[in-house]
């Protein structure tokens, strides 16, 4: 066998390499200053993302999943309350509702986008739901235009989780801006990706700014001073650093992406693959890139056996976890989120993806 080209699910390095300086810079900044939480790497990061997605206000948060239930919290939601979420999402999706005393109601993607179906929402809408919590699930945005229509028209909070999607545009406009409060996570394997933990909420509303920092500062207002039983739950000067050193290149990072997403869609030619598709309103950025087979396991064996890596986005849809058999429902519940489980395959997708490594990737699909 001739040596085939190794390809990895994903890695870090390309942009590491090239933003070695800034990220090595970033680190001695912070520690010649001596001061490792609340200060002004947060402030400057706060307000630098803030600006990039168009949005008025940005809370630094320990990880996406504080984002998303700080910003349950800060809007209201607890017991008693439902929260409209995705059927097919990350697990994170659902917890931050559990985690508030409220309970997610899944709803039923488009199995084109993977996305939330704003057709589906309206029935699944009963007197308790207080919120709809789209996510842009793999850097695609949701519809936001009839999502926002009915929350408006059934006043319905809209959190969006847009922990996959930093920079995707709805109609020329960054996610994250379209509801009333917004979770973003850094983690490192996201587009934008701390050496570590690290999530934000965005909003328009100083309320909800001020709240959001506070539960996740103990609770405290002004030092030692506490208005709510709150979290710890803050982002780091460290963490803010690097993320400013890799927040100004976000956009040649997507467009990366977009470039590497644009090679697979015109390559690939294989009648058992099907590719994604991608909404004509909408700028993806691409966090995952994934087909669906039918013989999704035996397409995984045959890539992995050629030296490309890949992964599941989800192998296990929310309503069959194990930590919500409580919630009594059974596999045929959400049939299309179980389609998704059993078929779905992603990709290589990472910044500084090479040609090589692209066309390996193509050709081991199209070889199937
Ligand atoms: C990663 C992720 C989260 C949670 O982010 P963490 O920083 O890992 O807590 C939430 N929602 C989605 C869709 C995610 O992909």
Redesign the pocket.
Known sequence: MSDAMKVPFVTFKPLEKELDKPLRDAFERVYQRSWYIEGEEDKAFEAAFARYCGASFCVGVG????A?MLALKALGVGPGDEVIVPSD??I??ALAVTYVGARPVFVEPDIRTFNIDPGKIESAITNKTKAIMP?H?YGQPCDMDPIMAIARARGLYVIE?C??AHGALYKGKAVGAFGDAA?F???PG?NLGALG???AVLTDDPAIADMVRALGNYGSDYKYHHIYKGNNSRLDELQAAFLSAKLVCLDRVNENRRQTARKYLEGMKNPQVILPWVHPDTVPVWHVFGVRCAARDALEKHLNGRGIGTNKHYPIPMHLQECYLDLGFARGDFPVAEEISETELSLPMYYGMTDREIEAVIDAVNSF
């Open positions: 990880n996406g999943l504080d998303l999402t990350y994170a999706t996510v699930l989780d922990a996959q979770g996570s850094f983690y996201k933990d690290a999530g």
